[in-house]
């Protein structure tokens, strides 16, 4: 049965500008729901390495060996990348003490390399975020748009006809609330997914920074840092 005061009998009496505003969230929640799957597939492999990094790892023979169980790729896996950064600085280091970073001892050279490795990972873990916080602050006011252009158009229909009891009032007014519900049903998975994703992007970055303060210990050492053994945070900057 068609319903005369539903969804479709919105799309079908609305103009153009209340079929752009349905169109673009759509697109919104398209969007949205996109970056999520992906950051959230993304994230489960993280924490599955992240667990390779912080156990076998360090049972491995060598650095060498260690990178290689990681992962073959750094583009993979930021692991990789971190500890491939830190062996390649201490290498460049060794190798290049007449340059002007000679006069910096190894340790805070080091240090300042781990620390832009974690910050070139901070920008990749956070790229697709920006797209959730901007659908789920919009989206209700592109909603609320609607039901406002939507209700002009009606009441406008609604004067012409001459009409203005509360059955043909109700009607279109109560269709054009429709888009508000519209924003809102884009607007709540946004927001949700965007501190869902936060959240676990920080807690993959202090398992990034552990592992960052093991590795400077290993490469100015030669020896893993102690659990209980205070370090200096490596932590990314915004963190």
């Not at 729901?33 to 076998?56: C, D, G, N, T």
């Not at 993979?76 to 460049?92: I, S, T, V, W």
Request: aromatic share 8%; charged share 15%; hydrophobic share 45%.
């Amino acid at each position: 049965m068609n319903n005369p005061y539903g969804i479709a009998n919105l799309w079908q009496q609305g103009d153009s500008v209340t079929h752009a505003v349905a169109i673009i969230l759509l697109v919104m929640s398209i969007l949205s729901w996109y970056v999520m799957a992906i950051k959230a597939w993304s994230l489960i492999r993280l924490r599955r390495q992240a667990a390779v990094a912080s156990e076998h790892f360090w049972h491995s023979k060598s650095l060498e060996e260690g990178m290689n169980l990681l992962a073959p790729d750094r583009n993979n896996n930021p692991f990789r990348a971190l500890a491939e950064d830190g062996a390649n600085a201490a290498m460049h280091h060794a190798m290049s003490k007449e340059d002007l970073h000679g006069a910096l001892n190894i340790s805070e050279w080091v240090t300042s390399c781990l620390r832009r490795s974690i910050e070139n990972i901070t920008g990749r873990l956070q790229s697709g975020l920006q797209v959730l916080a901007s659908v789920g602050s919009t989206a209700p006011f592109v909603g609320l748009f609607g039901t406002v252009w939507g209700i002009y158009h009606a009441l406008v229909g609604i004067g012409v006809s001459g009409q203005a009891s509360i059955d043909k009032v109700a009607g279109p007014v109560g269709e054009a609330l429709i888009m508000t519900a519209f924003g809102l049903v884009v607007a709540i998975p946004a927001v949700l997914g965007y501190n869902a994703l936060t959240r676990s992007n920080k807690a993959i970055l202090a398992q990034l920074s552990n592992f960052a303060h093991d590795l400077h210990a290993y490469l100015i050492t030669g020896g893993r840092v102690g659990q209980s053994q205070n370090v200096v945070s490596l932590r990314a900057k915004g963190e």
